[in-house]
């Protein structure tokens, strides 16, 4: 069975910092392409940034500066490391796990940036 489980998420104020993770398990995970969706109200899902199964990068603008995606394959998890957290940061983060057409989603973790 194959399970992401995401956690870090929580309140923290404006200018703050929250590292995510996701776990997985069932998979396996060092071939896989990972990446960090993130969901606000009434808004659709858009990817935040990625790291393929050999370590490459990529962010979306509006987080590029603040916030590090990273892989322990040891630990078959990922990592999404956010600095400088502003309100417009809060939603609902996922995590994704993708090799070529197959696809699997993590429950979300909340994430609020408020005073």
């Known amino acids: 069975q194959v399970q992401l489980v995401e956690s870090g998420g929580g309140l923290v104020q404006p200018g703050g910092s929250l590292r995510l993770s996701c776990a997985t398990s069932?998979?396996?995970?060092?071939?896989?392409?990972m990446g960090w969706y993130r969901q606000a109200p009434g808004k659709q899902r858009e990817l935040v940034a990625g790291?393929?199964?050999?370590?490459?990068?990529n962010y979306k603008d509006f987080v590029k500066g603040r916030f590090t995606i990273s892989r322990d394959n040891g630990k078959n998890t990922v990592f999404l490391q956010m600095n400088s957290l502003n309100p417009e940061d809060t939603a609902v983060y996922y995590c994704?796990?993708?090799?070529?057409?197959?696809?699997?989603w993590g429950q979300g973790t909340q994430v609020t940036v408020s005073s």
């Open positions: 994704r796990a993708r090799l070529w057409k197959t696809e699997y």
């Open positions: 069932g998979v396996s995970f060092s071939v896989y392409d």
């Open positions: 790291i393929t199964s050999v370590g490459t990068t």
